[in-house]
């Protein structure tokens, strides 16, 4: 599975910004989970949300959850980070990662990777 974020930039805080996640290979697969992480400076990889690839069922860490929606369109195999309500403590690097399998909330469990996309939230 090869994953591709975009769509990063710089927000005013209560802002909104959107993120992508082109995902392509074994997108046919079931089990096929598609997450996003984030890392701030000198912090681990922290899980954001994911979503089953072909169920669509989404789960959210606490501190995003009503604020972040995680959506998918399979024809265009493209994945959305709906972030609205911006706050000074979401500013990190955003990756996309896949897994075959069961939601799993820990980076070291995602094999297939994308590169980050730079989110800032400025006062």
């Known amino acids: 599975v090869q994953l591709q974020a975009s769509g990063g930039g710089l927000v005013q805080a209560g802002g909104s910004l959107r993120l992508s996640c082109a995902v392509s290979?074994?997108?046919?697969?079931?089990?096929?989970?598609v997450a996003w992480f984030r890392q701030a400076p000198g912090l681990e990889h922290q899980f954001v949300t994911a979503?089953?690839?072909?169920?669509?069922?989404?789960w959210y860490a606490d501190p995003v959850k009503g604020r972040f929606t995680f959506s998918k369109d399979n024809a265009k195999n493209m994945g959305y980070l709906q972030m609205n309500s911006l706050r000074l403590e979401d500013t990190a690097n955003y990756y996309c990662?896949?897994?075959?399998?069961?939601?799993?909330?820990?980076?070291?469990?995602?094999?297939?990777r994308g590169q980050g996309t730079q989110v800032t939230v400025s006062s």
């Open positions: 990662a896949a897994r075959l399998g069961s939601i799993l909330r820990r980076w070291d469990y995602y094999r297939f």
């Open positions: 290979g074994r997108t046919f697969e079931k089990s096929l989970i």
């Open positions: 979503i089953n690839w072909n169920s669509g069922s989404t």
